[in-house]
C-alpha cells in the first residue's frame, strides 16, 4: 500500500554543515508534500508546502534561505537545512496527505 | 479554520475504553474532524475522521454530536501500545485534499497496566 518514508531516519552533524533529509512516497505520486518540525514536548509545527516543479511555500517566520526545499519528481521531496546550528535540532517528519506521514527524521547538530 | 480545544492528557486503564474529547464549537458545515495519534519518537498515524455521520474502523470510532460542535474519539479496549498523543484536527477538505494541516498541542493518553 501507499506508504511515506523519510530518509535518514536519523542524523548527527557538526554545526555550520548542512545535512539533506528525503521524503519519498512509495507506491503513488504526491504533487504535493509538506514539511514539520517538531521540538521535544511540543506539537508539530508546519514548516512548508512542497508542490512538486514549483517553489515551495514556506510558513511565516520558517527562512527559506535556510531551510531548502526541492520537490523534483512525484515521489521525492527534499529538505536541507543549511549551515546546521544546533537550534536546528529536531524532529523532522513529512506528509503527503492527511493520511499518509513519514516515520521522521531526527537531527543533532553538534 | 475551526479551532479545537482537547485536554492536556487523560489516563486510562488496559482493557477499558479511552474516550478522548474534542471541541470545536466554531465549526463550519463543509469542515472535517480528523485524528491523529503520535506515539513517541514516530511519525504521526493517522486513526479516522467525519464530517456529520459517526464513522468506525478497525483503530477507532468517532462519536460527532448532532450540532457538531463536539466529538469522542473511542479506542474500545485500550492497550499499552495505544499511549500516545491524540490530536484532534479541524479541516475543510475530504482525507487527499493537499491542503495544509495544523496541529494543536493534543492529549496525552497515558494506558496503565
Known amino acids: 500500500g501507499a506508504v511515506v518514508s523519510q530518509h535518514p531516519s536519523w542524523v548527527i552533524c557538526k554545526s555550520g554543515t548542512s545535512v539533506k533529509i528525503e521524503c519519498r512516497s512509495l507506491?503513488?505520486?504526491?504533487?504535493?508534500m509538506f514539511w514539520y518540525r517538531q521540538f521535544p514536548k511540543q506539537s508539530l509545527m508546519l514548516m512548508a508546502t512542497?508542490?512538486?516543479?514549483?517553489?515551495?511555500?514556506?510558513e511565516q517566520g520558517v527562512e527559506k534561505d535556510k531551510f531548502l526545499i526541492n520537490h523534483a519528481s512525484l515521489t521525492l521531496s527534499t529538505l536541507t537545512v543549511t549551515s546546521a546550528h544546533p537550534e536546528d535540532s529536531s524532529f523532522y517528519i513529512c506528509?503527503?496527505?492527511?493520511?499518509?506521514f513519514g516515520p521522521g527524521t531526527r537531527l543533532l547538530v553538534l | 479554520d475551526a479551532k479545537t480545544t482537547q485536554p492536556p492528557s487523560m489516563d486510562c486503564a488496559e482493557g477499558r475504553a479511552a474516550n478522548l474529547p474534542c471541541n470545536h464549537s466554531?465549526?463550519?458545515?463543509?469542515?472535517?474532524v480528523y485524528w491523529y495519534r503520535q506515539i513517541h519518537s514516530q511519525g504521526p498515524q493517522y486513526i479516522i475522521h467525519g464530517l456529520k455521520n459517526n464513522e468506525t474502523n478497525e483503530m477507532a470510532s468517532l462519536i460527532i454530536t448532532e450540532d457538531r460542535k463536539s466529538s469522542t474519539l473511542i479506542l474500545p479496549h485500550a492497550t499499552l501500545r495505544d499511549t500516545a498523543v491524540y490530536y484532534c484536527i479541524v479541516r475543510v477538505g475530504g482525507p487527499y485534499n493537499t491542503d495544509k494541516l495544523i496541529f494543536g498541542t493534543g492529549t496525552r493518553l497515558q494506558v496503565f497496566p
Open positions: 466554531t465549526i463550519s458545515g463543509n469542515e472535517y
Open positions: 512542497s508542490n512538486e516543479g514549483s517553489k515551495a511555500t514556506y
Open positions: 507506491d503513488f505520486q504526491a504533487t504535493t
Open positions: 506528509s503527503a496527505d492527511r493520511t499518509l
